[in-house]
């Protein structure tokens, strides 16, 4: 989104206001904004409410994981393939730049080929659950602008949990589930995006669709559809976006909902790509994520 455009939508929505002479310091929780215009009588000043511009809100955070010493590599590993036991090329050392995956490499730049990702060790404890957190910390309140993205390079998990807090991790709230079967993991009925509505649009859901399947090399996403959300005020392709800053400036809770200091990751069970979990090689289980994608201001 330019912002241009977003000046223009915000100039729109506040309508007459966007030509007050007497103008306050801010607009809630707006800056204000001036702009040349060219009028009847000339070159004149416009003043309007604007915001930040929309950035990749990864490059300021602070990235923690539970438990600490769960990336791979200490002591050194080597992984199996997921839909293939007997290929096991992927080996994993800390101590080694080319072999190692720590977690800088979720938020690195992509399109490098080899990908780089941060892995986990495998699943060695099982049935012990295999359980992650991953902790984005930014220190201070960021609105979120499009869908956060997960690319995963291992198989996706079965069950995951998105979890934010609004309080610097004192508190935090699920996001959204996701699991292969929601009743199963989570005794939620599963629920797709598309099927919220302007009423039920705060409703945490339980969704199926970014965990299910095997074709997982061309099904590599976890998302949180922020963009199919403003669309429920917005319209489908966010032509209305003053119908959307109008609803968020004026309904706190919906403000809130995408408004964040931290967000959590809680990976709760690794791909199996079978119902049966194959005891004799568990080096075939494991989570690893090459982006993360969080887009905000
Ligand atoms: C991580 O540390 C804990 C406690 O020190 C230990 O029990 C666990 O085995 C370690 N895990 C790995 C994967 O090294
Ligand atoms: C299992 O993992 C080992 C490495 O730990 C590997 O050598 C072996 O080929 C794998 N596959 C099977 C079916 O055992
Ligand atoms: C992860 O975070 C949750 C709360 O968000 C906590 O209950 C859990 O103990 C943490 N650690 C792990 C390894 O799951
Ligand atoms: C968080 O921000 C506050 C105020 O800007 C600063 O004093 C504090 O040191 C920061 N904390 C961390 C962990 O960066």
Redesign the pocket.
């Known amino acids: 989104m330019q912002l241009v455009l977003q000046i223009a939508m915000r100039c729109l929505w506040l309508g007459l206001v966007c030509t007050m002479q007497h103008y306050p310091a801010s607009w809630g929780h707006y800056d204000v904004c001036k702009s040349q215009v060219y009028t009847e009588d000339g070159l004149a000043w416009h003043y309007m409410a604007c915001q930040p511009e929309a950035t990749d809100m990864t490059k300021y955070l602070r990235v923690s994981l539970d438990p600490p010493n769960i990336t791979c590599g200490d002591p050194p590993e080597?992984y199996?393939a997921l839909e293939n036991?007997?290929m096991?090329n992927n080996e994993c050392d800390a101590e080694t730049e080319e072999l190692a995956h720590p977690p800088e490499l979720m938020f690195d730049f992509e399109g490098r080929n080899p990908t780089t990702f941060w892995q986990s060790s495998s699943w060695k404890k099982y049935p012990k659950p295999l359980q992650v957190n991953i902790t984005l910390s930014w220190n201070k309140t960021i609105e979120l602008t499009d869908d956060i993205v997960i690319t995963f390079e291992s198989g996706r998990p079965e069950q995951m949990v998105l979890e934010k807090s609004l309080d610097y991790g004192r508190t935090w709230q699920p996001y959204q589930f996701y699991a292969t079967d929601c009743l199963d993991a989570f005794t939620m009925d599963p629920k797709a995006v598309h099927e919220l509505t302007q009423r039920t649009l705060l409703d945490i859901i339980c969704t199926e669709d970014y965990s299910r399947g095997y074709v997982w090399k061309y099904d590599k996403t976890v998302r949180f559809e922020i963009k199919d959300r403003f669309a429920l005020f917005a319209g489908p392709r966010l032509h209305n976006l003053a119908s959307l800053y109008g609803q968020l400036d004026t309904t706190k809770n919906l403000r809130d909902f995408f408004t964040l200091t931290d967000l959590r990751i809680r990976l709760l069970r690794p791909a199996t790509g079978a119902t049966m979990v194959d005891e004799?090689?568990l080096?075939r289980y494991f989570y690893a994520i090459s982006d993360i994608k969080v887009q905000g201001r």
Do not use: A, L
């Open positions: 080597m199996c036991p007997y096991c004799n090689n080096s």
